[in-house]
């Protein structure tokens, strides 16, 4: 009984996962230019869908690292993400890595960072408290000790010269103060050694 009830989430996950990308391919082919929309993308497919996701993970949290790879696999930025990261773990030799994980959602990266980039430490953030709380809490269970969580409003943070990196992805499209939150970010990064790895959905992979 267990076992089918174990096959049936995962093919939850799934089934949710095609459909919302399904969703997202037939109302971009339908619109002439997703840059004048970003609130109603937001509003109509991204979020609700995303919650979601986030709700099934929070019941089965071994579902976690499956929808993890999902995302690695469906996403092709997300193979980019995680190159530049390693090559950077490379350059950097056995340096210990102060990380800021701006904006960590479901936390894939957070995941990643944590166990591909050692030495490091990395300060994952959210403004949304309950997928800060789900995070913290599977973290705490697969007993990964490098890794904090926190809510936080990139709008309003004050790291002064405390990071060695900082990571965004999919994050600053939903911000209207962008300004704002790349000079909090300058102000985050120490003197020495500044890095910033951005990508959005709509333009290219940036440091």
């Not at 701006?102 to 994952?124: E, I, R």
């Not at 949304?128 to 926190?150: G, H, P, Q, T, Y």
């Not at 994050?171 to 300004?179: A, L, N, S, T």
Request: aromatic share 16%.
């Amino acid at each position: 009984m267990e076992d089918v009830k174990w096959q049936t989430q995962i093919l939850k996950v799934l089934s949710l996962f095609f459909s919302y990308t399904n969703q997202m391919s037939e109302w971009l082919i339908s619109t002439i230019s997703i840059s004048h929309f970003p609130s109603i993308i937001t509003e109509m497919y991204y979020d609700p869908i995303k919650n979601i996701f986030a709700n099934t993970i929070r019941e089965y949290p071994f579902l976690r690292i499956l929808f993890y790879k999902i995302l690695d696999l469906m996403f092709l930025r997300s193979w980019y993400v995680r190159r530049e990261l390693k090559e950077l773990r490379h350059k950097l030799g056995d340096s210990r890595i102060e990380i800021y994980d701006a904006g960590s959602g479901f936390g894939q990266y957070t995941y990643f960072m944590a166990s591909k980039l050692k030495p490091c430490n990395v300060f994952a953030i959210d403004v949304k408290e309950d997928w800060i709380n789900d995070c913290r809490n599977f973290f705490k269970l697969k007993e990964i000790l490098n890794v904090s969580f926190a809510v936080e409003d990139l709008t309003n943070i004050n790291h002064h010269n405390r990071f060695d990196l900082i990571v965004c992805v999919d994050v600053m499209e939903h911000i209207q103060e962008d300004i704002t939150v790349f000079r909090n970010f300058y102000d985050s990064l120490k003197k020495i050694w500044k890095k910033i790895l951005l990508s959005e959905k709509n333009i290219p992979l940036l440091w």
